[in-house]
């Protein structure tokens, strides 16, 4: 994948990550909607001012725009490992219902349990 | 709609540039270019400084009087019509103060760029390419390993324009060379810093009058405060120089370009074959009514890039444009003039001789025609 197509790919994740429309995300940018999804699908170039913005908003570091690697968790094996764990299928079935920022919402929680407990006991 | 029309203000700098152009680069050029491979000319430097040329680039609260982007066009159209070696010694200190100014702090702008005032003509060298990288913005050999309180950078630097005269390297080096893209941070180097040294002065065909070396950086220690942007910014900072320095490269193509052309022309008007003068014949005639339209196309081109750099509005093609049809131009003008001045072209020294050897760098520098092809097509 070329370096800017790859960008804007982690840029779309992380936007849908954090329950975003293309619409909401560009209107806190200020940015059109056409310009954002030529960003996201890696038509535009983005620079360091642009993308470390994007990211605050987003919750991501610069880098996580730029890595190469693509996430393991996409990787269809691993995916099956992680759903005979308790619970988790009845969570991913559950949360199929909810709006992309109900979901955010239950990240959020997740995340916040992780911290709190100091990871998976 | 963008403006195209150059202020007064603008066109008194090229008729000042015009001029210096004339007497100090142009005559000079011809001879440094016929000298063995050297470090940067006494002359240029004293021009450098005698002009305070690289204020122009420099904010007024660091001590500069700095040019927009039209005006730095129409200053690096002149110079590059006086001489694209000088022209592109210039340019290099440009892309490491361009690092500086879009990813430096404040106290890194203060410490460096007066560096590149006088006393002194003064030069500053960006150090991105490798031997085997080239193009390859991503896989930079060149490593930055963390240390208590900076990073120890290994590795070389080639071609790098300017060599050993850098007041300061601003250099990209990888500090993770696992994470990719991801892993590129950019550091600026104080020109006497241990672990710094160069190779001898390379023999090239073309720009004989802008030095070009191997920097090797050997345990050079860079504290933390000279890495350039946030964490893992630097092929971010990269891109955006390279997009911001290819308009000005396409104005310097040009300045070449307008060079190769004014001297068919004046050789086309004076020279009597079958008497008449051979402009009249249609074949040279209409050749160089060809060559003077794409110039005319170029320098569009070029100022439509500057415009859209300056608006701050998205430049990446209109920037690779700009410099893949200036610096073609700029070969196909000086192998046609080559053929309209036949012998008195085809010779050592001859103005149009150098004027091809030069543009051929043209098209090699700053990214090949054919990644500016690249960068142009993944837009569409």
Redesign the interface.
Known sequence: M????QIGHRLQKAREEAGMSQEELAKVLGYTQSSLSNYEL???????SG??RIGQILGK????F???AEENPANSENLEGILREPFLKDILYEARELKPAQRKSILDYIQWQKAKTGGAT | MIAFEPTEAQLALQTRWQRLAGERLHPRSLEIDAAPAAGIDRAYLDLIAEENLNALLIPEMYGGVPLDRMSLAILFEELGAGDAGFAAIFAQTFHAVAGLLIGGTHDQKQRFLPLLLPPGGQVACFCATEEKSGSDTSSFATVAHREAGGFTLNGAKNPIINGAHGRFYVVWASSDRERGRAGINTFIIPGETPGLAFSPYHDKPGLRTTPTATVFLKDVYIPEENRIGPVGSGYLLLMQILDWGRALSGALAVGLARTAIEEAIRFAKQRVILKRPIIKNQGIGFLLAELVTELEAARTLVWRACRLVELDRDHTVASSMAKLYASELAARATTEGILILGQSGYRRPSLMDKLQRDAQALRIAEGTSQIQKVIISSQL
């Open positions: 070329k370096a800017y197509e890696g038509k535009r170039r983005l620079y360091v993308l470390q570091p610069i880098t996580y730029l890595e190469d």
